[in-house]
């Protein structure tokens, strides 16, 4: 069969016969290959030589940019780049004033990050829309690949998914970054406008939001499944906590005057991991310590502890945060140390929607490939759209479990089971809005 027949059955002619499908197959499984290839290509993107690190706009996004918008405009679609910066390729539907479904994930990193943590769901996405040779839907697809979704480059995750639902406001401009450039200098440095962020919001004619990802857990890995469909993805917070001690002579300072603001730290990290470890669901984690001054013969006056608290119920996760404020002012006071606490995240957990939940579950029903539901613990932009449209998410699985980190990967079999899967996820949505 060739595309331009499975374009046929996706405007609503008859279910595809199993020969058909073994068709679709055979075209998903050629395409997975060069979708594995791109992420790995555009990994060499970095801040940093030898290791993958992009952080919102920095210098090598505009790679990233340049070769997704051109495989884009190969495969039919109007490219931009939005004042968020946000990568938007738009793919027109058969006719005018169709609504739109939009496909997507991030194209920023951790430190050190895996080649498929967001990339993979933009880089599907596109290559979902080559699948479909220039033919139109019923809809438009517009496929995103979000700025900035780490929170890595100013301690505030999601700018590019929140200015699509029109959210950024001028406090997140003015949010500087660790040399003290702001949101809004990191917008302009990129060659973009700040001042028209807010066009960049979506408009109100969504069919809703689809992101395909890696799993970054053991689940799927576990149960030997390819795929999973989210039903929720868990709320976080994320805070700083500086502790302020005084900085003074390692050598002179007798152990009984000192305030030791990286000691303080210290005990109040452990006592975070022993909360999560004794409170079943609850993950924290402190990922970033900053001691300043920072030398090895200096008692540390100041210590910067990033904290990250997840829970599937957001009222356990708002107690165990305010347990471990409790905790921090504690030991201050007892350590004579001052606190500051910085809350930048109180995100609520988010429900997919059912009726797209359904409909991914037909789509992965479809290839042969058991359907299991699956909890994300990690936080996705898919979490953002969802206050604005109907979002749904397919999970790929991540061998190992292993992700944020150089050695995460995915199964060629798993990228084209997920390309199968959304073939006939828009040949569903197709037949609905016919
Ligand atoms: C995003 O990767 C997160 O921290 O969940
Ligand atoms: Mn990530
Ligand atoms: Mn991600």
Not at 17 to 34: D, G, N
Not at 354 to 366: C, K, S, Y
Request: proline letters at 5%.
């Amino acid at each position: 069969m060739t595309m331009v027949a499975v374009i046929g059955k996706l405007r609503g002619g008859p279910i595809p016969t199993r020969l058909q499908r073994v068709s679709w197959i055979v075209m998903s499984a050629a395409t997975a290959r060069e979708v594995i290839d791109a992420c790995r290509l555009l990994a060499g993107f970095s801040e940093e030589p030898g290791r993958t690190t992009r952080t919102f706009l920095s210098p090598p996004m505009r790679g990233v940019h340049a070769y997704l918008a051109a495989w884009m405009q190969r495969v039919g679609m109007s490219v931009r780049v939005d004042d968020a910066g946000n990568l938007r390729g738009l793919y027109p539907a058969s006719s005018p004033g169709r609504p739109r479904l939009f496909i997507g994930s991030h194209l920023d990193t951790v430190p050190n990050a895996g080649a498929f943590d967001g990339v993979l769901g933009v880089v599907l996405a596109v290559a979902l829309v080559e699948l479909l040779e220039q033919q139109p839907l019923p809809f438009s697809i517009e496929v995103v690949g979000f700025s900035e979704e780490e929170g890595v480059r100013f301690g505030v995750p999601f700018i590019g998914s929140r200015a699509l639902i029109g959210t950024i406001d001028a406090d997140l401009l003015e949010r500087a970054d660790a040399h003290g450039r702001s949101v809004a200098d990191a917008i302009r440095d990129y060659g973009l406008d700040p001042s028209c962020v807010g066009n960049a919001r979506a408009n109100d004619d969504a069919l809703g939001y689809l992101e395909f990802h890696i799993e970054q857990g053991p689940v799927l890995d576990a149960l030997a499944l390819p795929l999973g469909i989210v039903t929720t993805i868990v709320g976080q917070s994320r805070v700083t906590a500086t502790f302020t001690g005084s900085t003074n002579h390692a050598g002179t300072t007798p152990m009984h005057t000192r305030r030791d603001a990286v000691a303080g730290a210290a005990e109040w990290i452990t006592a975070v991991e022993a909360l999560a470890q004794h409170t079943p669901g609850l993950v924290a984690t402190v990922g970033r310590v900053i001691a300043r001054p920072g030398a090895s013969n200096v008692v540390a006056g100041v210590c910067d502890a990033s904290l990250d608290v997840r829970h599937a119920s957001d009222d356990a996760r708002a107690t165990a945060v305010e347990s471990l404020r409790h905790a921090a002012r504690e030991i201050s006071s007892r350590r004579q140390l001052t606190l500051h606490w910085d809350t930048h995240l109180d995100q609520g957990s988010v429900a997919m929607s059912p009726a797209l939940v359904t409909a991914l579950e037909r789509a992965v029903a479809a290839q042969d490939v058991p359907v299991h539901r699956i909890d994300s613990g990690a936080g996705h932009d898919a979490m953002i759209m969802a206050t604005r449209m109907p979002a749904a998410m397919l999970f790929l699985r991540s061998p190992g479990g292993v992700s944020h980190h150089p050695d995460e990967a995915v199964i060629e079999g798993d990228v084209a089971a997920a390309l199968g899967a959304g073939l006939a996820f828009l040949e569903d949505l197709a037949r609905a809005h016919t």
